[in-house]
């Protein structure tokens, strides 16, 4: 069946780099996806990647994604305050266009 | 980024009362928007695919006489939740496909958060 996991808690340092991981098991995911939660409100479409591909960068944000591992990272570079929030990792298989999220990743940035 | 809206963003009702919630796409077409529950420190389940102009399509174990959709016309798809029970607390988030970018990008609501008392 599907399934993706996070891990539940991140904490770096202002300035750091974070990296969030996932890990997926429907070989038929077409598009990953990762979202910003923040407290209270909707989610927000941080960037997300096709799976013939191994890496995507915006900005701060890479991606990247071994599809033999079923495993998708997500590197923030130079995080910061601003930052905090929970990341949701998705995976849309390759009917409709039905999401399926992780736990999300509650990432916390110390000045 | 497209813009999706819901209505109302909290609300607050008796136990056995029913409660509509709106989602509305802004500035673009849905033919299809998505419908998420989720609990507290929880991550997004989804319920049912609301579609205009046929029948919602309900995730297994997901009641179609308590959660009724309605896909009125192409920026606005409702839920309403029948006779409200405290379980069924929770926060409630839309989302919309983009069309031009077929289902690649998905835009969500800022939530509606329901408590039942």
């Known amino acids: 069946g599907e399934d993706v996991e996070q891990s539940l808690f991140l904490s770096v340092r202002e300035g750091d780099s974070s990296v969030i991981n996932c890990t997926y098991t429907?070989?038929?995911?077409?598009?990953l996806y990762w979202y910003k939660q923040e407290p209270g409100a909707g989610l927000q479409l941080l960037t997300y990647i096709f799976s013939n591909m191994d890496m995507k960068q915006d900005q701060r944000l890479t991606v990247l994604l071994n599809k033999k591992d079923k495993h998708l990272s997500l590197r923030i570079a130079d995080t910061q305050t601003g930052d905090s929030a929970i990341y949701f990792c998705?995976?849309?298989?390759?009917?409709?266009?039905?999401?399926?999220f992780g736990q999300g990743t509650e990432l916390s940035v110390k000045p | 980024g497209a813009v999706v809206s819901q209505h109302p963003s909290w609300v607050i009702c008796k136990s056995g009362t029913s409660v509509k919630i709106e989602c509305r796409s802004l500035?673009?077409?849905?033919?299809?928007m998505f419908w998420y529950r989720q609990f507290p420190k929880q991550s997004l389940m989804l319920m049912a695919t609301s579609n205009e102009g046929s029948k919602a399509t309900y995730e297994q174990g997901v009641e179609k006489d308590k959660f009724l959709i309605n896909h009125a016309s192409l920026t606005l798809s409702t839920l309403t939740v029948t006779s409200a029970h405290p379980e069924d607390s929770s926060f409630y988030i839309c989302?919309?496909?983009?069309?031009?970018?077929?289902?690649?990008?998905?835009?969500f609501g800022p939530g509606t958060r329901l408590t039942v008392l």
């Open positions: 429907d070989s038929s995911s077409t598009y």
């Open positions: 989302s919309a496909p983009h069309p031009s970018g077929g289902y690649n990008e998905q835009f």
């Open positions: 500035d673009f077409q849905a033919t299809t």
């Open positions: 998705a995976e849309r298989a390759n009917q409709g266009g039905k999401l399926i």
